[in-house]
């Protein structure tokens, strides 16, 4: 028989591994449950991020300089690479990345509450990040910034081990692990380098409270963590989100303090009253904690003011002041992403207001377990039924697309596909496309069917129109639209449904080109050989001011690369169509410009049709003309004709009687 003692013994062991393999099991699943169908969709962020991410496991290198708001930190480029070189170049891979660093940081959330407090708290707090809804969002959608609350939390741990443990054998290797992850953070969101400033004050606090020994090691490793990080932080091109972050700030140098002010209060608020508004990142409105949760954490930071003489406590209220300071500048509106870096500190300090209660009351930590268990049940539904299926949700997520993308992927059609998108250019829909279609059988065409149609040199073609983006009337009346079959992807969202027709692209075209209303060149005019106008229609010859004049042309694709080279922060080669009324002096009147046939996705010996719409200003009358002509971004330099000086064709001229 064994003894009382042993037993006892025994069942604290269980406790000590079984309790965290519990939380992480649980973490893993709130992380990686219907990971394919939740999000409903994908948003063009992650897609881009897919793309820079594909780069690396393709070993292609950066073929573009990022855009302001598309993967400008470099680390999740790499970092999720490795997965999907792996396993496979898919969203699942790209959002299973994520879900290894939201359980990473599950872990490490454990790990510096238990050295900075005792192993009740850390359990305690890493139990609050497994099943909340904050980290859950964070944890599972393909952006740059999940790593960030991992890689830094991590790195408060190892600096606590080498700084305030007195047994440590690789002391050395404790401050090289702080220096590397702290690095890493830096380069993987801007909003951690908020929360990096807590680190110097800290230091700072050492100093003043008689605390120094080592450091001068916390500081050498300080520095090391931040030059490694430098070559990145001096980029300008890593502080493009910054800007938004100055506005209210530059405005309270000036003296006037009060945006600022209702920022913070604002970001404050969506702890306990009003949460993130934004659908993207969270039901919107719906503050981060519970009543309950909210009590604990204002008694937690009480606690922490209580004990400023001790590290941990003043480092606690440093670090969530600081990784809150990015929502606090900003306001309530995508805190979720803003304030990321002090998801582990929230829940930490919660878990030291139920420490001190648990220490007063008897069964404290059981009533504690029944919040998290609570918790637990609420966030599960909140987040995968009633924010996955909310039709705001699902709307910007681009649910319609990912069934166009799903019909795409297991239909057995192929060879030529038209595609209408409501975001035909790079890199939007086309990345989510890449990310989700799996197929090199399809010869697609992009354009957006309420304003233009590509017509390739083919016979046959599927043509796909999603319900957000049907054909303009015009181009309806000359597809087989009463041959489409429609297929439902939830009848109560916004965009309910998709159409597939079956139709001939060069056959349609010859009867377009026959319309009365469309004027046919004799002689094509040519743009520097890149493209050519072949037709063109014009709505109204006669008109008054606040008339709207609809005109079609008709362009024939010569040689695309006559665009010119690729702009070093565009995705491809991109240009616009112009259409402008001018006077008879020449003057600018009004004008449309646009280019929905995308130039990326420009074929030799396509033709694509633009539609421009022009309203005519009120105060204007006598005789207009109407030219046309196109242009690259983002240089705005136009291609001359390749048969004269002009930049532009005139097209017709309308009469503008009062």
Known sequence: MIPVIHKTQYAIRNTRYFLPLAILLTAFFFRVHRLAEVPPGMTHDEAAVGFFVKQIANRTGFVIDAPYGYANE?????????????????????RAHQAFWGVLLVVMTLKWGSVAFNRNVGVAASALVAVSFWATMTSRFALNSNPAPALFTGAMWLLWVALFKEKVKRRLLAWAGFALSLAASLVTYEASRGAWLALPILAVYLFAINRRERLPQFII???????????????????????TLSVTLNESLKGNVMPLLNNVSEAFGTLFIKGDPFVVYNIPNRPVLDWVSGLLFVCGVLVCLWRWRQPAYAFA?????????????????????????????????????????????????????????????INFNDYFYKWADALDTRAAYFANFRGVTDFLRK???????????????LPHDPFVVDMRLFRDDLDLRWFDAREALVFPQTEKSLLVLPNNTPPDPFFASYLPMSERKRYVVRTDDVDPYFDTVIWNPQATLAKMLEDKSVIKLNVPISFDGAVELVAHSVSASTVKGGDTVKVITFWRILDPSQLGERASINYSVEAKMFLHLVDASGNWVAGDDRLHAPAWNWRRGDVFAQIHRVQIPQDVDGELRLLTGIYTLPDLTRLPLINGDADSAPIATIQVNR
């Open 317 to 377: 209220l440093l670090w969530f002041g600081a990784g809150f300071a990015p929502a606090a500048a900003i306001g309530a509106f995508t805190m979720m992403l803003h304030a990321i870096t002090a998801q582990a500190v929230v829940m930490v300090l919660i878990a030291l207001g139920a420490n001190e209660i648990a220490r007063r009351i008897k069964y404290g930590w059981w009533a504690f377990a029944i919040l998290v268990g609570f918790t637990a049940f």
């Open 221 to 243: 490793a300080l520095i090391l963590s931040t030059s490694l990080a430098l070559p990145h932080l001096l980029n300008p091109a890593a502080w493009g989100r910054t800007g």
């Open 411 to 425: 239909t057995d059609y192929k060879s030529s596909l038209t595609l209408s998108s409501p975001f035909p250019n």
């Open 74 to 94: 470099p680390f999740t480029k790499y970092s999720a690479s490795l997965l999907m070189y792996g396993i496979g170049q898919t969203e699942w891979a790209l």
